[in-house]
């Protein structure tokens, strides 16, 4: 059964900087496209951006130019550095692969900017 554990999360103002990680467990890690996913309140889930097993990447509109998404392989881990960060990047981060079937979701990382 695949674990994942997401940190890193926190309270920063607007144009503060968080990295978030997330650790996986249970799973051939390597091999699959992760992806890095937020819930804002009273909103459904979205993607943010993507990392394939070759290192190819993928930022929704909201993120690019401003989050980073890497992987490293040998720890089981994948991260999202987040500059310049907004109050509407309020929302709760989860790590999850790429597309149906997702694993069972972690607890997610709360990030919360203030104006």
């Known amino acids: 059964q695949v674990q994942l554990v997401e940190s890193g999360g926190g309270l920063v103002q607007a144009g503060g900087s968080l990295k978030l990680s997330c650790a996986a467990s249970g799973t051939i890690f390597s091999i699959y496209t992760m992806g890095w996913y937020r819930q804002p309140p009273g909103k459904q889930r979205e993607l943010v951006a993507t990392?394939?097993?070759?290192?190819?990447?993928f930022h929704a509109d909201s993120a690019r130019g401003r989050f980073t998404i890497s992987r490293d392989d040998a720890k089981n881990t994948v991260n999202l550095q987040m500059n310049s960060l907004k109050p509407e990047d309020t929302a709760v981060y989860y790590c999850?692969?790429?597309?149906?079937?997702?694993?069972?979701w972690g607890q997610g990382t709360q990030v919360t900017v203030s104006s």
């Open positions: 999850n692969r790429l597309g149906r079937p997702f694993w069972d």
């Open positions: 990392i394939t097993s070759g290192g190819s990447t």
